[in-house]
């Protein structure tokens, strides 16, 4: 029914057909068989190198095994050989000593003649060389074997090519399906950095990438405000906008102006994330250390990525700075009172459960109302703004302030006590005894601004929340009877408290 | 347990490590080991892939590596702390310049174990430079004797078809940076200053001493990119002279009775060098096999086992004890090789070595390329490596800060 050509081509096609997860997988298979098939001693794959003119050894195969081998041949001076092979897909070696032929692996023969120049046009088209080797001198290659080897060696480039392609599908959807997952994490975690953190990490993960660095502009979009890098061993590192270099500051103009390009021979890719017009910052992804270069199909993939996430970053900057509005007093920056109530709670429980000390500081400004009513509101508003400023900058990280109302104003001090918490206060009467209002409001009277402390300490003086707050109201009220200006902690002034009326 | 490991014996490594094996086998008989073979270029890859592999990948147990990838290993988080795996495993009788690039940079904990390695030396044809020399060893003990001595010898063979004075030790049948180091080190030149803190491939000693290597292909006394085994091999004749790292005695004396001799790499400067080659083992910070693979790297550092491998590659014995008994076993290894040794240098043990060797690998295939095309000048390769220059130092930058 078949002849010995078609029935070997038919028994060889069986044989590759099946799924292989990619090239090596393939030609471990396919070099056997045709070394068993002709009796070779050797047989070898090689790779066009396209821009080098160059066919670099892959893969060896001799007895049952295949070996990964190198070596590179430059074809380019070599143009009986290369017209031969081109035109008639096969050719034997001049040079060695033994018989040896190569096989051109290629998707499509050139149908016209090969004219001076189109060497590399035509090499576009190849998949690949073998050279099959016989040590044995007097067995040379007869033309019906070359002719088999044609067919199977076409066979072969089938093959590699729909491997090639399967390869490619399926590396693209892991890709997709890892950013889809990722994305999911990343929408659904609230604050913005850990989200980054965790989406940095993964695409460093899945891409394999030596570095991945994520940079993201200020409010205005001029300067880089932060930088997120995940190294080589996986590990996070940030930068603040005064960390960043000029050097890298500069990147980002780069990268606007320059767009997201890809070049083949890069191992480094920068896009921007922007949303509509605005700058959200850009990603930037490399391979130097490694010298890999990085696939147009990992670009793409990052390209689409890129703008989700630029929309997904815009998205949660927008959540953070609407949290931040809702927490914080537009006109003194401070927390609001239900913020603080939130934090205050938090703080009693850890240290009733830590046997910490805890202690609360009540302020106002002293004579505030003459202030409104001699100078004006907007002065008022501006001796509020100057008083929490200092108030701000004068606190621990671990301190929390608050606008309470009017002009009177809490601050929490975690793990103080009473004496300590003198200290503080009496840090904060320095600092703002020392503002003047300003002169040209005053006739050019000197104008000092003074404020008045209470204090009350957990867990000597209150055991509840409620209780302390009560306590160091009771404190500042002995102040103010007293005459202003000064601070006093609760239980030195215990006594002195029998007429205080909560307001 | 998987054992990663490069074409060390060319074509016959499978059947050399089917034979080395045995050994391992007939010890540990419960200790299944199969042995997969990449060239350097595949490994290098690996490295960076090996940390997150695909559900399809193979996840190796034991790494075969060159000396100077194992601070870029430790660094990666790929390389499993061997001091820890084992408190009792010692560096003690390893050779001083082979130490320090077992450990951890700045630690004396072992993250690699040496197994063997092998140093550059110019192996000659006796025969053949018999009629073009009555001092052969002293015409080669300069670059410029080597390049006189092989224009004697490109014309005494001029009727040879396919006849070079120089085989190409390069597996790649290319230009080979390893190669080329004893000629930069020759120079006064090196890869990066004394204090690694910066890159000096831009001077000019170091352009002159990649010159003096790169002028045996362009004054055509060595092929490149040529198909191999075809021209310029010592033993078919077609050459006479080979820069190599491997012993080669042994192969040639089996081989028609051809005498070979071994020289020192012809000095390109004041300064006699060779390039020293370790090779270590690794286990995989993701093996599930690692008791096996500490067995496999102990087996091989005890001193008859290193000696037997070392004759089955044509290397030399990476710890004194063996060594020493490897050197004694040939006076003429131990006249040749004595001498070669006091001169070895190797490379430094930081995360960028790695890069920095791809980095010039990929210069010098460009220049094979253009030499091959008769379109190499050295203002390109001046050009190449003063881009190189900046991209090292990015790299001392990001990395050894």
Known sequence: MFDKKSYTLYKFHKQLNQAFQNKRELLESALPVLRNLFKLDRIYFFDWQQERAILSLRMMCKKEYCMDKQEDISVIGESNFLRKLLQEGITETEDLSYPAIYVLLKWQRPSMGLKNGEVYNYMQDKVGVLRLERFNKRRGFTSQEKELIKALGQEISHNLRNTEIDQAKNQRLNVSTALNDLSTVFASSLRLEDGLEIILQGVQKYFRFDRVRLYLTDAYARRIKSALCVDISGQVTRQTQEEIGEQEQSLLKEVFDAEATYRSTRSVIYIPLKVQRSKVGFLAFDNVLSRRRIGYLDFISLQQFASQMALSIDNARLFERVQELSNYDELTRLPVRRYFNEKFAEEMYRAKRFNLTLSLLILDIDFFKQINDNYGHQIGDWALQEVSRIIRTSLRQTDVPCRFGGDEMVIMLPSTNSDESKIIAKRLQDRINAITLPTKYTNGEEIHISISQGIASFPTDASSSEDLLEKADKALYVVKKNGRGHFAAYREVVDQTADYKKE | ?401
């Not at chain 2, 490994?43 to 996840?59: A, G, S, V």
């Not at chain 2, 009629?131 to 063979?157: H, M, Y």
């Not at chain 2, 253009?370 to 900046?390: N, P």
Request: glycine share 6%; net charge neutral.
């Open chain 2, 1 to 401: 347990m998987i054992l990663w490991t490069m074409p060390d014996a060319g074509d016959q490594t499978k059947e050399t490590y089917a034979s080395f094996l045995t050994l391992f086998k007939k010890e540990n008989p419960n200790i299944p080991i199969s042995v997969r073979v990449f060239t350097r270029n595949v490994l290098w890859r690996r490295m960076f892939t090996i940390k997150n592999p695909t559900h399809e990948e193979e996840i190796p147990d034991l790494i075969q590596i060159p000396h100077y990838w194992t601070a870029l290993l430790v660094r990666e988080g790929v390389a499993e702390n061997l001091s820890q795996l084992d408190p009792g495993l010692s560096l003690s009788t390893c050779l001083t310049p082979l130490k320090n690039h077992c450990y951890k940079p700045g630690t004396k904990d072992i993250y690699s174990y040496p197994w063997w390695f092998d140093i550059s030396g110019l192996h000659y044809r006796v025969d053949h430079l018999k009629l073009v020399t009555n001092n052969p060893e002293k015409d080669l003990s300069t670059w410029e004797g080597l390049l006189n001595i092989c224009a004697a010898l490109r014309e005494q063979f001029k009727d040879v078809p396919g006849y070079y004075p120089v085989q190409n030790g390069d597996w790649r049948g290319s230009l080979s940076i390893r190669s080329a180091l004893p000629c930069v080190w020759g120079r006064g030149a090196d890869l990066l200053t004394q204090d690694l803190k910066k890159t000096s491939v831009a001077s000019q000693a170091f352009k002159d001493g990649l010159r003096d290597y790169i002028n045996l292909a362009l004054n055509n006394f060595m092929p490149i990119l040529r198909e191999r085994g075809s021209l310029g091999t010592m033993v078919s004749g077609k050459a006479s002279l080979m820069l190599s790292r491997k012993l080669g005695l042994s192969t040639f004396d089996a081989r028609r009775g051809t005498q070979v001799h071994t020289v020192p790499v012809p000095s390109t400067g004041d300064t006699p060098t060779a390039y020293m080659s370790g090779m270590n083992l690794f286990i995989n910070v993701h093996s599930q096999h690692k008791k096996e693979a500490l067995a496999f790297i102990k087996f091989c550092a005890r001193p008859e086992i290193q000696v037997h491998y070392a004759k089955l590659l044509e290397v030399f014995p990476a710890f004194d004890e063996a060594l020493e008994l490897f050197m004694l076993s040939s006076s003429r290894r131990l006249h040749v090789y004595g001498k070669i040794l006091t001169a070895a240098q190797t490379l430094p043990n930081i995360t960028i070595m790695g890069t920095i060797m791809e980095i010039l690998k990929r210069i010098l295939a460009v220049c094979a390329t253009q030499i091959v095309e008769g379109r190499f000048t050295q203002a390109s390769l001046d050009r190449e490596l003063d881009l190189a220059a900046k991209e090292i130092e990015y790299l001392l930058s990001i990395y050894e800060s």
